[in-house]
């Protein structure tokens, strides 16, 4: 069976490439001498997505793998697997191979930049490995400064001053990458293994989970693991996951008419004095109180 391969062409795609006489002016105005942009695009779930540039490409190319994943190989190296929140970064000029994984085929929104700032910027990452993770929390505002460049050039046009806009908002992009690339380079693993057992909490926030279940579930001894979460997030696992239980509990009480009893089953607690005595530990009042306060 023949595998079908892309460039672009996807569903919803969002693609801008400027106008080349505009980015040789570009290139030699004095504010975006150091970093402008080429191209800009966003390809939901790209199936068959492939690129080969055997020598490489004259522009720096970021690429943010916001869903599925995908796939690059650096200059004949071995192939590297792209998963979702991770950011890759292939330098102008490095031979490249790059496409969507066939059975989870990614989403992701790119940009090529050029300029001598762009250089300096690239050389902060480690390049054996191309790419950065990226904490959920950082991801919303990479996500929303694409959208807004995006946005400006698709609906303002050229003018200089949007333009102008753009490039500084993507250099606070890349700004913003180099202060997560040096947290990473200190705990990305301890990060990443945090943020594996936060998201199984929100997954089994109905259920009981133990620490035996939570160290398990990260593939580490429990004084490790405890010790470890203790260090990112200031609680003990299963504190952390009580407070999660809070949290989802005030969403049940804001929104729906459940009582106290059926809020506390759906969050994976039978008993609802012990709910009500951990509630007005977390949250600082009884849920009925919090339930009164809220409605009026």
Not at 25 to 45: E, N, Q, R, W
Not at 80 to 103: C, F, M, N, W
């Amino acid at each position: 069976m023949k595998i079908i391969q892309k460039a672009d062409g996807f569903e919803a795609q969002k693609l801008i490439v400027l106008p080349e006489a505009f980015l040789e002016d570009a290139s030699h105005h004095s504010l975006l001498k150091p970093l402008y942009v080429t191209d800009i695009g966003f390809f939901p779930h790209a199936r068959y997505h492939y690129r080969e540039r055997p020598n490489g490409c004259d522009e720096h190319v970021f690429i943010y793998c916001a869903e599925g994943e995908g796939w690059v190989i650096l200059e004949r190296g071995k192939k590297q697997r792209i998963p979702k929140s991770r950011l890759l970064v292939l330098p102008a000029r490095t031979p490249h191979i790059y496409g969507a994984s066939e059975d989870d085929p990614w989403s992701i929104y790119w940009f090529h930049l050029k300029g001598e700032a762009v250089v300096n910027f690239v050389q902060q990452f480690d390049m054996l490995n191309a790419t950065l993770h990226v904490p959920a929390t950082q991801a919303t505002k990479i996500i929303n400064l694409f959208e807004e460049c995006y946005s400006i050039l698709q609906y303002k046009g050229y003018s200089l001053r949007h333009y102008l806009y753009v490039t500084q908002a993507l250099h606070y992009l890349l700004g913003m990458c180099i202060l997560l690339h040096g947290e990473a380079q200190e705990d990305d693993n301890k990060k990443e293994v945090i943020e594996r057992s936060i998201q199984y909490m929100l997954e089994q926030i109905q259920s009981s989970l133990t620490l035996d279940d939570l160290a398990h579930h990260v593939n580490l001894s429990k004084p490790h693991f405890i010790h470890m979460f203790k260090q990112v997030t200031g609680y003990s696992p299963i504190d952390y996951y009580l407070r999660l239980k809070m949290q989802r509990s005030c969403l049940y009480l804001d929104m729906t008419n459940a009582s106290i009893k059926e809020v506390s089953k759906s969050v994976g607690i039978h008993d609802p004095y012990y709910f009500s005595r951990v509630f007005r530990k977390v949250i600082g009042q009884p849920p009925s109180d919090y339930r009164r306060t809220r409605q009026g």
